[in-house]
């Protein structure tokens, strides 16, 4: 399996309603990767958007998140958290399953293995991690027998984390961008909105198009609409010019729009 450019994030889209039809709206328009977590509260309405869609399962990535300071993520607490992940799913399988944060109990000598554990089983395909550091990411790919497949990180023009990026290219796994229109923001840039004047796109579909002209990068933009949906997905025939994707390059200023206590940024 590998990781879609595109997935659909569903970070607060909790109302059932809205978010089973987003879910299948994407889906039947030709995504193939969900991104949620427990922490989202919606798990059971981005299953029952999976079922719904005219879309066979198989053919889609699953991604979910455990939060340790929700559900805990020692040993037997994640085993018991992903049950639960996998019955309000109503799946088989997670085929993405990730640490959400490195903090509360989160562990890597406690923690790891029992992902370890869920891929022996069955109940998850590949492990992932987000909001980790260049050292937690080394750290933990030394516990895991399972390749890392995933490490989900806020990333956009204004966060364009070079470390993170030349780690996932140097150790061949997946950088997913989140946030990666910036929640929003991207769309008021001067220079980006020149570039899609230039193009005659939009502004996310700019950003997004920057970020996959990287590398093992892949992008999760979150949307509730249709025609946001859409927009979104067609940045993937948008291909930037060289000197558009050096102009973006050169906005990068470390700004950051997610934030929680104990993340290791904060260190
Ligand atoms: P985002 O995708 O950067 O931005 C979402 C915002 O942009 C929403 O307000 C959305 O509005 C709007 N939007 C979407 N497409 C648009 C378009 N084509 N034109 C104009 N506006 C558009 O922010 P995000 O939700 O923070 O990040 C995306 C996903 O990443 C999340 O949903 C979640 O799955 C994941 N994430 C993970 C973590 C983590 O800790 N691992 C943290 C944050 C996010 P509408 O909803 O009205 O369409």
Redesign the pocket.
Known sequence: MSLPDIGI????NAEPDTCVESVQTALEMGYRHV?TAQAYGNEAAVGEGIATADVPREEIVLAT?IHPEETGVAYDEVLEATQDSLDRLGVDTIDLLYV??PTGNYDAEETLPAFDELVDRGAIDHVGV??FDVDLLDEAREHLDADLFAH?V?MHPFLQQADLLEHAQTHEYDLVA???????RV?EHPEIESIADKHGV?E?QVSLAWLLSKDRVRV??????EA?IR??FEALDLELDPEDVAAIDAIDRSERF?ERAGAPWLA
């Open positions: 994030g569903t970070w607060q991104d998140k959400h944060w987000s909001n989900q806020e989140y946030s990666p229109l910036a929640r929003g769309l939009s996310a999760i933009p979150k949307a509730t609409s946001h927009d979104n997610v």
